[in-house]
């Protein structure tokens, strides 16, 4: 690493420092060109809309592996709309777990227990752990968040889900998909956003459903007013419509066609294990970092529940412990912004709720070597910060 004599900083730079966990960055080489064929003005019910729609369709559940019999549909409110659309069209027969370790799953539970007042259990952990697993009831409907975003802690995998369960598993996957693998088969909603893992643009969320989902659709009808954007039956069964591409609401054609772009660039660097391993190349060159760097720690404490593209990190040295939460919260704040202010890293600040913390994205659309470049930068701003701490 060279360093610049005269400021102490770091020569070498990040071509490019996007590293928000949502919206990501674009993949490589993207430019408003990629939006050229994009259907302005036209209805999204015409057949060019439709035809677009339909391919955002069917090539996301090509390069993610969907199974046959599984059903996805474009939902407004990005995964947020998907997940409520899920919960509130399928929950009420069964009682609900609710596996909370982060502010996403908090919400769930908060929509499952205040909102539609169901019965069950919120199974809960601490930011940086996950939840007893071994304690959820699969003769409840479970909900969970598959990667949290907030905390940087994953479900490692699915062994753990009864392939006998009666209840259904409903799965906010939304820095999960594309970036990880989801095993379909334990699984019975997935939900995700284009502006995640291959960097689209907000507000469209995707809705998937097994074939346990669509039984429940079709053998229960629950007693609650739903939205009509988020009404997905049809008479006494599901409106199929909306899963070839007939929209609830009104989508923009113009984030569709940056959607399809970002499909084209996946299946170009080979699809889902393209994207599964750039995402992990960022992840290791976090790992290297932290693992030579006292002060910084991942938020997981599991190394098997670490986050490949949520990458959470904690601070911890004398200074920094010797403050309470708001001197915390302030030291990354400055810390984070001598980062802003010299153009290597934006939108860092961990979330709201989590611990004093900061998170670096390492979605495919990232690339390791901007990683390597920053966290050089990362030790050079803690240092800068700790030292004005101290002064």
Same mark, same amino acid.
Request: hydrophobic fraction near 45%.
């Given at each position: 690493?060279?360093?610049?004599?005269?400021?102490?900083?770091?020569?070498?730079?990040?071509?490019?420092? #996007?590293? /928000?966990?949502? &919206?990501?960055? $674009?993949?490589?080489g993207w430019s408003t060109d990629h939006l050229a064929g994009a259907a302005l003005g036209r209805s999204h019910r015409s057949a060019v809309g439709k035809a677009k729609?339909?391919?955002?369709?069917?090539?996301? $559940?090509?390069?993610?592996?969907?199974?046959?019999?599984?059903?996805?549909?474009?939902?407004?409110?990005?995964?947020?709309?998907?997940?409520?659309?899920?919960?509130?069209?399928?929950?009420?027969?069964?009682?609900?777990?609710?596996?909370?370790?982060?502010?996403?799953? $908090?919400?769930?539970?908060?929509?499952?227990?205040?909102?539609?007042?169901?019965?069950?259990?919120?199974?809960?952990?601490?930011?940086?752990?996950?939840?007893?697993?071994?304690?959820?009831?699969?003769?409840?409907?479970?909900?969970?968040?598959?990667? *949290?975003?907030?905390?940087?802690?994953?479900?490692?995998?699915?062994?753990?889900?009864?392939?006998?369960?009666?209840?259904?598993?409903?799965?906010?996957?939304?820095?999960?998909?594309?970036?990880?693998?989801?095993?379909?088969? $334990?699984?019975?909603?997935?939900?995700?956003?284009?502006?995640?893992?291959?960097?689209?643009?907000?507000?469209?969320?995707?809705?998937?459903?097994?074939?346990?989902?669509?039984?429940?659709?079709? /053998?229960?009808?629950?007693? #609650?007013?739903?939205?009509?954007?988020?009404?997905?039956?049809?008479?006494? *069964?599901?409106?199929?419509?909306?899963?070839?591409?007939?929209?609830?609401?009104?989508?923009?054609? %113009?984030?569709?066609?940056?959607? %399809?772009?970002?499909?084209?660039?996946?299946?170009?660097?080979?699809?889902?294990?393209?994207?599964?391993?750039?995402?992990?190349?960022?992840?290791?060159?976090?790992?290297?970092?932290?693992?030579?760097?006292?002060?910084?720690?991942?938020?997981?404490?599991?190394?098997?529940?670490?986050?490949?593209?949520?990458?959470?990190?904690?601070?911890?040295? &004398?200074?920094?412990?010797?403050?309470?939460?708001?001197?915390?919260?302030?030291?990354?704040?400055?810390?984070? *912004?001598?980062?802003?202010?010299?153009?290597?890293?934006?939108?860092?600040?961990?979330?709201? /709720?989590?611990?004093? /913390?900061? #998170?670096?994205?390492?979605?495919?659309?990232?690339?390791?070597?901007?990683?390597?470049?920053?966290?050089?930068? %990362?030790?050079?701003?803690?240092?800068?910060?700790?030292?004005?701490?101290?002064?």
């Open positions: 690493m060279t360093i610049d004599t005269a400021t102490g900083a770091p020569v070498s730079r990040p071509v490019d420092a #996007r590293f /928000s966990p949502g &919206p990501t960055r $674009k993949f490589a729609l339909k391919s955002a369709i069917d090539r996301s $559940k090509a390069i993610l592996g969907m199974p046959e019999g599984w059903r996805l549909g474009i939902i407004a409110g990005s995964d947020t709309g998907a997940v409520e659309c899920a919960m509130w069209n399928l929950l009420g027969p069964r009682p609900v777990d609710v596996l909370v370790w982060e502010a996403f799953g $908090k919400d769930w539970a908060v929509d499952v227990t205040d909102e539609l007042k169901l019965k069950g259990r919120t199974i809960k952990a601490d930011f940086g752990d996950l939840p007893d697993l071994s304690s959820v009831d699969f003769a409840h409907d479970v909900v969970m968040t598959w990667n *949290g975003t907030t905390s940087g802690v994953r479900v490692p995998n699915g062994d753990w889900i009864s392939d006998d369960r009666d209840g259904l598993v409903i799965a906010d996957a939304t820095s999960a998909a594309f970036a990880m693998d989801l095993p379909w088969d $334990k699984l019975d909603v997935v939900t995700w956003s284009w502006q995640k893992v291959l960097g689209g643009e907000a507000a469209h969320g995707m809705l998937a459903l097994g074939p346990r989902a669509v039984e429940r659709i079709e /053998s229960y009808s629950p007693d #609650r007013a739903i939205p009509k954007i988020y009404r997905i039956r049809k008479g006494a *069964g599901l409106n199929e419509s909306v899963f070839e591409g007939a929209t609830l609401n009104t989508p923009s054609l %113009l984030a569709v066609e940056d959607h %399809l772009a970002g499909l084209d660039w996946a299946e170009s660097i080979g699809g889902l294990n393209g994207l599964i391993a750039r995402s992990q190349a960022n992840f290791d060159a976090m790992a290297k970092w932290i693992e030579r760097t006292p002060w910084a720690q991942f938020m997981a404490t599991d190394p098997t529940t670490r986050s490949t593209t949520s990458i959470c990190v904690t601070i911890s040295d &004398p200074v920094f412990d010797a403050l309470d939460e708001a001197g915390q919260r302030g030291f990354v704040k400055r810390m984070l *912004g001598r980062l802003a202010e010299e153009g290597v890293a934006f939108d860092i600040e961990g979330y709201r /709720s989590a611990p004093p /913390s900061f #998170r670096v994205w390492g979605g495919g659309t990232v690339e390791a070597s901007d990683i390597e470049a920053l966290t050089p930068w %990362l030790d050079w701003a803690f240092a800068a910060t700790k030292g004005e701490t101290t002064a």
